[in-house]
């Protein structure tokens, strides 16, 4: 049996707020739908501030798209929008078609901290959403050790966090957010804080567990490079209040080795996507 049997063989049903089990439709051609989404901030001084604006976006599924812009455009709004943290102000998201109207058990979230629990090892903070959501631990075992395997972390389950580099956390922390198969993963700056090699070598990684698990992936990052290397496309935003400025297609053939990143091609669509980056700050 291939590793992706193996996890599919642990499967689960998506589970809405409210707790009940339902099925979702990923047969569906569009597994993210952004439709005038728009989110204002108030401020203590009693005013407003526009943090996303009329944002237009359709992700397919089994996708991989990132999002760029300058610091401040609403990039982690736009994820914390579609992850049901915080509500929209304008416009609507869908995720297989269903309002994103709240926290959904059905996405799965990396932020730029691994956040783990300390007292807990690492197959145990893998475990967490099967503990909180009250899923089969059995199954959700088996899905949990099939993907500290395929994240490289085979050996290390009964390891605490204290014990494991700030990659080897990511991997804790990814491998956490796919436990309880998620139909969207969405990553907020994951890999910002570490170093430069560490950050190549976990762009390796994500590919590879994206190219295992064929899930729908949201990225933000400030990378133009990162984004290039890992996306089919890349969304870039405008500066604050943020908009969808252009999302360009990335057709280099994949898998893509490091090595890549220095070839003409890999380079003209980083200059491109600079390029309406700059056009942005200059309007």
Known sequence: MSLQERLRSAPFRAINPSGTARS???TLQVAI????LG???ST?????VVALEGVDLAVQPGEFLSVVGPSGC???TLLKLLAGLTPASAGEARLFGQPIVGPRKDIGVVFQSPTLLEWRTVLSNTMLPIDVLGLDREAGQRRALALLRMTGLGGFEMKYPGELSGGMQQRVAISRALVHDPALLLMDEPFGALDALTRETMNMELQRIWQESRKTV???THSIS???F???RVAVMSPRPGRLLEVLPIDLPRPRSLDMMGTAGFGRLVNEIRGVLNRARSD
Do not use: N
């Open 230 to 232: 890992l996306s089919d």
């Open 33 to 36: 739908e952004c439709r005038d």
């Open 218 to 220: 949201l990225l933000i």
């Open 226 to 228: 990162e984004a290039v």
């Open 44 to 48: 203590l001084e009693g005013g407003d």
């Open 24 to 26: 979702i439709d990923q």
């Open 74 to 76: 609403g990039k982690s």
């Open 39 to 41: 989110k204002t901030y």
